[in-house]
């Protein structure tokens, strides 16, 4: 194995040992970079960005690209992918930008229905709601 291939796989192995640290969260190229460079481990955004595809393609890794405007965020689901399950529908605060999930049957029924009386296939991992988050609603 030469140099850059046992390079490359450090990297990935620590990318994905991170991921890892944050269940359940969206991160960023940006928090990747932040985080390894918060641990005197710098990894170039080229290399996040090549190795977090890949997790996508492999279906390790998805990827919201919610507004067209902010950053792509990405979350571990490993090989058991929780929208192989369930639908997982998505709220993004408009005022800290927090991307919460959500998983409610309400939501599923209110899918069925589009797709039963109005033919329209909806995509839940396309589909994020917008609005303030608790925390946020409650300061206001």
Do not use: W
């Amino acid at each position: 194995m030469n140099r850059k291939t046992q390079y490359m796989t450090r990297q990935r192995e620590q990318l994905i040992e991170f991921l890892l640290a944050v269940p359940g969260k969206h991160i960023t190229v940006n928090d990747v970079c932040e985080h390894f460079r918060n641990n005197g481990d710098e990894i170039g955004q080229t290399t996040v960005y090549r190795q977090l595809d890949k997790l996508v393609d492999e279906g390790v890794v998805n990827k919201y690209t919610l507004d067209g405007v902010g950053p792509a965020c990405f979350e571990y689901v490993g090989k058991d992918s929780h929208v192989a399950k369930n639908s997982c529908f998505h709220c993004k605060c408009v005022r800290c930008g927090r991307l919460i999930h959500l998983q409610c049957s309400e939501l599923d029924g209110i899918q069925r229905h589009l797709y039963e009386h109005h033919g329209f296939s909806l995509n839940p991992m396309r589909t994020v709601f917008y609005g303030l988050c608790s925390d946020c609603a409650e300061r206001e």
